[in-house]
Nanobody
Framework: VQLQAFGGGLVQAGGSLRLSCAAS????????MAWFRQAPGKEREFVTAIRWSGSRTYYADSVKGRFIISKDNAKNTVYLQMNSLKPEDTAVYYC??????????????????WGQGTLVTVSS
């Protein structure tokens, strides 16, 4: 499966932004999906993940209550709705996908498929 992330941009603190990750391939519905982010000078970190069926979601503590992940299998797309954005949310956001065989959602190394990244900048 090939992934393409888009929707990043510049937003003021407290604002909202929605990222999308479009997938090619007919097996998208069987993939669990995640968003990771990487700020300048920092390691890539887990943000959120959703199981292939959409039945369960997982969030990093830093975004819990502010971000929402969703998956539309009919559109082959996963979304990240980001609300109440903070300057510390500034990063390049990557979507990732993998078939769910005991997947450790929070581990970037578990995912074979990655989008190209989209930059989110939150100004104070």
């Amino acid at each position: 499966v090939q992934l393409q992330a888009f929707g990043g941009g510049l937003v003021q603190a407290g604002g909202s932004l929605r990222l999308s990750c479009a997938a090619s391939g007919r097996t998208f519905s069987s993939y669990s999906m995640a968003w990771f982010r990487q700020a300048p000078g920092k390691e890539r970190e887990f943000v959120t993940a959703i199981r292939w069926s959409g039945s369960r979601t997982y969030y990093a503590d830093s975004v819990k209550g502010r971000f929402i992940i969703s998956k539309d299998n009919a559109k082959n797309t996963v979304y990240l709705q980001m609300n109440s954005l903070k300057p510390e949310d500034t990063a390049v956001y990557y979507c990732a996908g993998e078939k769910d065989y005991g997947l450790k959602y929070w581990e970037a190394t578990e995912y074979d498929y990655w989008g190209q990244g989209t930059l989110v900048t939150v100004s104070s």
